[in-house]
T-cell receptor, first 118, second 114 residues
Framework: AQSVTQLGSHVSVSEGALVLLRCNYS??????LFWYVQYPNQGLQLLLK??????LVKGINGFEAEFKKSETSFHLTKPSAHMSDAAEYFC????????????????FGQGTILTVHP | DARVTQTPRHKVTEMGQEVTMRCQPI?????VFWYRQTMMQGLELLAY????????DSGMPKDRFSAEMPDATLATLKIQPSEPRDSAVYFC????????????FGPGTRLTVL
């Protein structure tokens, strides 16, 4: 079974500082990995995804994430935080060719709320 | 710009009343999901349809909740009777199994049960 752990339910940074949101996954096969962002009173929106190929993936709003198989990690980073980055971020995993009811699903982490201070 | 649509966006009702939430998935998507989000429990999967067939509703309180997909353009989530503890934001998402299982979320229905 696949699972996702996001380390830190709350992360606070200053504007202009590095953003690092941690995500570790568990999967029996190389997974598909996603980061979603949720702004207040909105639905989840895809930031970026890793499927195959290059392990460093770039997303919207200057975010990027690196798939590290040896560490089973998919941490999200942004070099310089902006006030508009304040939101909740969700890491998610799906397993290619999963059988039964797992096929087609995403497993989400518990979310990390990012606060950006002026 | 294809989007998942949900109606109503807000619903306030009294305990014991029936509530129906509707979702129009993106055309061509073959998976539909219902999620519930609360401060205490976070994001919970309630129901999952693939090719309109219900595959997993293990996260749903079956005595009062029901989910259906009468056709490919409509998914419904019904609560009868509603209780104050059902107050939450309910999200619908759709996706394609041929597209890495990426899900596209609707804007949600904010339900308040008094």
């Amino acid at each position: 079974a696949q699972s996702v752990t996001q380390l830190g339910s709350h992360v606070s940074v200053s504007e202009g500082a590095l953003v690092l949101l941690r995500c570790n996954y568990s999967s029996s096969v190389p997974p598909y990995l996603f980061w979603y962002v949720q702004y207040p009173n909105q639905g989840l929106q895809l930031l970026l995804k890793y499927t195959t190929g290059a392990t460093l993936v770039k997303g919207i709003n200057g975010f990027e994430a690196e798939f590290k198989k040896s560490e089973t990690s998919f941490h999200l980073t942004k070099p310089s935080a902006h006030m508009s980055d304040a939101a909740e971020y969700f890491c998610a995993v799906s397993t290619p060719n999963a059988g039964g009811t797992s096929y087609g699903k995403l497993t989400f982490g518990q979310g990390t709320i990012l606060t950006v201070h002026p | 710009d294809a989007r998942v649509t949900q109606t109503p966006r807000h619903k306030v009702t009294e305990m014991g009343q029936e509530v129906t939430m509707r979702c129009q998935p993106i055309l061509g998507h073959n998976t539909v999901f219902w999620y519930r989000q609360t401060m205490m429990q976070g994001l919970e999967l309630l129901a999952y349809f693939r090719n309109r067939a219900p595959l997993d509703d293990s996260g749903m309180p079956k005595d009062r909740f029901s989910a259906e997909m009468p056709d490919a353009t409509l998914a419904t989530l019904k609560i009868q009777p509603s209780e104050p503890r059902d107050s939450a934001v309910y999200f619908c998402a759709s996706g394609r199994t041929a597209s890495y299982n990426e899900q596209f979320f609707g804007p949600g229905t904010r339900l308040t049960v008094l």
